[in-house]
């Protein structure tokens, strides 16, 4: 039986108060929630994370990493750094860094190696555009996505990863996948990976993410498939985040 798990994704959002107004109020919300639960974080805010959930229920990660282990890389953070921050999780080819920073299904392999080589779990994002949705390729995008990631580390790195499928068009839209629609592509993910190892596939991770709100949260999360939510808009709102976290 998978865990779910619910992430937060703060994206460029958050100050040191409101970090511990938002930490404070999910710490103390903590109690009732089944689903593991964990919030990726500005890299400055790495070590307030990190000494305020040490020891609590919920884990932490970071939004992005070099795919480089270290050098004259300006402005750049390598995996080492974040495991230095006792990060579990770390996001990688999250749609904007894909399409804002032109980030490709090779370099976001790269970067998945790298966090699993410094051990910890990548949180690994495919999906569609709306445009890509409507000539109906959007199994062929996330299979082209997916298999830069088993070329470069073979399918048994899933084992240690997490996949979120994050159809680009309802990320911060409001506009949900309807149930019907997540869970098709989590079923061809699932079905995918199965094809090469059934083992990993059942064990496989899968999230969901864009627009997930307390409104349609019971109803993604009660797909066969879906083992999970990364969480964008409604991460920022305690009361939000948590009941999202209860319905896992
Ligand atoms: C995200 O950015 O990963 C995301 C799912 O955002 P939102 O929940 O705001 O759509």
Redesign the pocket.
Known sequence: MRRKLVAG?W?MHGSLSENEALLSGLLAGMADVKAGVAVCVPFPYLAQVQSRLQGTPIAWGAQNVSQEAKGAFTGEVCASMLKDFSCAYV?VG???RRAIYGETDGLVADKFAAVQAAGMTPIF?VGETLAEREAGVTQDVVSRQMDAVIAKCGVASLARAVV?Y?PVW????GVTASPEQAQAVHAFIRAKVRALDAGVAEGLVIQY?????PNNAVELLGQPDIDG???????LNVDDFLAICRAG
């Open positions: 994704n994206k996001i999250h749609s904007e994002c979120a994050e309802a990320i911060g839209t993410g864009g627009s997930m709100k939510g990364l969480i964008g808009g409604a991460a």
